[in-house]
């Protein structure tokens, strides 16, 4: 660290933020920190992220964020180590307290994604690229995109994970339980072509061209790649597939750092049904599509469109996949306004059109009740085109833009930091029902046409204002102190356009969806915390903050207000609901040093134990079973308490020398309801149960090694323990754990050519000893039955990379 001015005053904002926590220590949560040091163009460097690695040693998994909340970081690098092309998020399944899963080996599939961090699912955390806001990655598209479809995975540089809340300049309205940052390379200096090819299981075939200009003079530099990504479904004949083009151009001059980012992502993925598991009921290992043997699609069902009697809610459908185009952009200007000084502004657009799509029965999953509202005494199978079944979509639109702006002050003692994040977004969602034709059957690849049915067209209006300021003052070299707030303001204002029929709602219903304005602003969200170098190799570090998630701004389904059954009840609800809080205290212990033990030179690693208190959770009850209802229901918005969280993660690296490292990682969280909740007039009695898909134990392992010589062979096995999981509420079912393998191995091609450098091959292998089981449960209301999604067998992929 480098020495500081002696402060003279302590810094109000600490002041403020820690007599509002004294004063209500139950709602308060983790302070984030920034760099020990500040260097003039410190917004040209990547945010925070210092290797810890001691000199000599293989790069560790865990890299140190040094701030004082629990935040660690994985390079791109190593990311591509766990296999090329893997998605952010699946990469983040190393490091502790991260339980990650999904039905294909990149994390792709988003359908079926499943992530918990420290208590809270994926929809309770916030998500950026490069700054920009990527919403709360729900299935359901309103807010955002997923991290692979914003960045190719290949130009990742780094991705950092804050396990308790994320920076109070964090662009998000959900990061309840922390923030997942993923950020993009630069172009290189110098002039390049890099080309990567993998081929593998399942017809895999993954390309990728990146062309660097190097610097063209004058700071300036740019690079653009392409993507294209194909592979089949493990267990029925569809077809995964993504093109996508990157464009980055960075000037870099005296006075500041201008950078232009431009992606395109076109991406058709199949899905994958769950299996329902109850007593009495024999549950497949996996309900694949019949897609595309239409003769047996047709011979599977009856004369009325319903599919085998003996199947129950386990019925396969024809197919059902998710489409998905998005254009992001961003401009981004860091000004130098001083030595000390730095005023970063950045604008940014996102356009998303998606489609979710799913070809099944007519008869079943409560379909003959809501299309007799539409087609009363008529010929179900004769109106949806003779095949018995019908086709489903949900039509996704997205149009925002945003404004951040944030000031970077060193003034030696004290690091002042404050900003400004304002996003205007109109989103969108329409249920529509289509004919399947028997004479000319559609496929998972197309866009419908034509419309039966428009069940619902929601249209949501959501400004977003976000503020904060915080000052980080170092008490002396050794020793600093960080304190802060911020503000979160939503103003949105749903309207439905085509709105459901009563009827299709429930029996008694007379209204349709709601509508109208709901208006959240939350002042003060404090944060404090402090970092402590209590030698040169040991570093202290301990943090409380307070964060909310605003409301959800979808129409029609989800924990929305805009889902709600009738106008009465979203007027209730907005007169009545509070938004969820949460509570985070956080301390651990860093540490990073050389040894002299033998084989063993070098140790680095962070302990952290944490503690939440998360208020007000919602839960959206619906009165179909989410695995056997397309229809939809009647939807009740439910706050069911408070969930109180306790654990621990370990983690660290050992380093042997320059051949070998071990990292591990292991992870306890204990995270119980403390209320029971009313489902109609019964009382789920849930108080004092575990929070379902929380494992309490994980341990996950990186053995790396590498072999000198001409090849230059390193290998990497690792592992991935995740412990039993309860599948309901009420814990009286529940998954047990699992322990899956991986192993990379890739070196030099030892020969030498004219026309490329740097050629490199990998390979590969996922669920190394081909385990199989429950991957994730499908978490419902209702005790007594659950579904799942089994765990993919094991692939192999082969990677050959060149710079040309």
């Not at 996704?396 to 996003?423: C, P, T």
């Not at 063993?600 to 007000?616: E, S, W």
């Amino acid at each position: 660290m480098t020495p500081t001015r002696t402060a003279r005053l302590a810094p109000s904002l600490i002041a403020i933020a820690a007599a509002t926590l004294c004063a209500s220590l139950a709602h308060a949560a983790p302070a984030e920190d920034t760099p020990a040091t500040a260097p003039a163009d410190a917004a040209a460097t990547a945010p925070g992220i210092q290797d810890t690695t001691p000199p000599g040693a293989i790069a560790t998994v865990e890299i140190s964020t040094r701030k004082t909340r629990s935040s660690v970081a994985l390079s791109g690098a190593e990311m591509q180590k766990v296999l090329p092309g893997v998605n952010p998020l699946k990469a983040l399944q190393t490091l502790p307290g991260v339980s990650f899963q999904t039905a294909d080996p990149w994390g792709n599939n988003e359908q079926n994604l499943s992530l918990f961090i420290h208590g809270f699912n994926g929809q309770q955390l916030g998500y950026t690229m490069d700054g920009v806001p990527l919403g709360d990655q729900q299935y359901g598209n309103y807010n955002g995109l997923a991290p692979q479809r914003a960045l190719t995975s290949e130009n990742v540089k780094s991705v950092v994970l804050a396990t308790g809340a994320g920076d109070l300049g964090t662009p998000s309205t959900s990061n309840l339980g922390g923030t997942i940052e993923t950020y993009s390379r630069d172009p290189s200096a110098n002039r390049n072509i890099n080309v990567q090819q993998t081929l593998g299981s399942h017809g895999t075939t993954r390309t990728f061209v990146r062309f660097d200009s190097g610097d063209v003079g004058g700071g300036n530099s740019v690079y653009l790649s392409g993507l294209h990504h194909e592979a089949k479904a493990w267990d029925f004949d569809g077809r995964q597939s993504n093109d996508q083009f990157n464009a980055k151009f960075v000037h870099q001059g005296d006075a500041g750092k201008l950078t232009v980012f431009v992606d395109w992502s076109d991406k058709t993925e199949p899905n994958e049904d769950s299996t329902l598991h109850k007593a009495g009921l024999d549950s497949p290992y996996t309900r694949p599509f019949l897609y595309p043997d239409f003769a047996a699609a047709l011979a599977y069902l009856d004369k009325n469109g319903a599919p085998p009697a003996s199947v129950g809610a386990n019925f396969r459908n024809y197919y059902s996949d998710a489409q998905r185009t998005d254009k992001l952009a961003y401009a981004k200007y860091e000004a130098y306004l001083a030595d000390s000084v730095t005023w970063t502004n950045q604008y940014y657009f996102h356009h998303n059109d998606g489609v979710g799509v799913v070809a099944g029965p007519i008869n079943q999953a409560g379909l003959p009740g809501l299309f007799a509202v539409y087609f009363p005494n008529q010929d179900l199978k004769s109106v949806f085109g003779n095949s018995g079944y019908a086709t489903r979509t949900t039509e996704y639109k997205i149009n925002r833009q945003g404004w951040l702006s944030n000031v970077r002050w060193d003034l030696g003692a004290h690091l002042v930091q404050g900003g400004l994040w304002f996003e205007h977004n109109n989103s969108g969602a329409y249920r529509r029902w289509y004919a399947l034709d028997v004479n000319n059957p559609s496929t998972p690849y197309q866009r419908p046409s034509n419309p039966l049915i428009t069940q619902y067209g929601s249209d949501i209006d959501n400004k977003v204002v976000q503020l904060y300021l915080q000052d980080e003052w170092k008490v002396s070299p050794d020793f600093a102190v960080q304190g802060g707030f911020k503000s979160s303001l939503q103003f949105a204002d749903g309207r439905f356009p085509v709105n459901e029929l009563p009827a299709a709602i429930s029996s008694t219903a007379t209204g349709g969806l709601p509508e109208g304005k709901i208006d959240t602003k939350k002042w003060f969200l404090p944060q404090i915390g402090a970092r402590w170098d209590v030698s040169s190799s040991d570093q202290l570090f301990a943090n409380i903050q307070k964060n909310m998630r605003q409301y959800v701004t979808y129409g029609g389904g989800g924990n929305s207000p805009w889902s709600l059954s009738s106008q009465a009840a979203f007027d209730y609800f907005k007169a009545t609901a509070k938004p969820e809080t949460s509570v985070t205290y956080e301390a651990g212990l860093r540490d990073s040093r050389n040894l002299d033990l033998g084989p063993l030179t070098a140790f680095d690693g962070q302990v952290a134990l944490y503690h939440v208190t998360f208020r007000d959770r919602q839960l959206a009850i619906s009165s179909n079973p989410i695995i056997t209802s397309f229809a939809g229901g009647t939807t009740i918005l439910s706050n069911v308490g408070t969930v109180k969280t306790d654990g621990a993660d370990l983690a660290g690296t050992f380093h042997f020398g320059r051949a070998f490292s071990f990292y591990d990682g292991i992870s306890y969280n204990r995270s119980t309801y403390e209320d029971s909740y009313l489902s109609g007039t019964t009382v789920v009695p849930t108080a004092g149960k575990t929070v379902p898909n929380t494992p309490k134990w994980m341990n996950k392992f990186v053995a790396t090694a590498k072999f000198g010589g001409p090849a230059d062979v390193e290998a990497q096995l690792m592992g991935d323990y995740v412990g039993r999981r309860y599948a309901t509420y009420t814990n009286d079912l529940d998954v047990p754990g699992y322990f899956l393998m991986g192993l990379t191995v890739s070196g030099k091609v030892p020969l030498s050519a004219t026309f490329a450098k740097h050629l490199r091959w990998s390979l590969s292998v996922t669920n190394l000893l081909n385990r199989a089981g429950p991957l994730q449960p499908v978490v419902g209301q209702a005790s007594g039955s659950y579904a799942t999604y089994p765990i993919p067998p094991r692939m192999g992929f082969f990677t050959l990379k060149a710079d040309i």
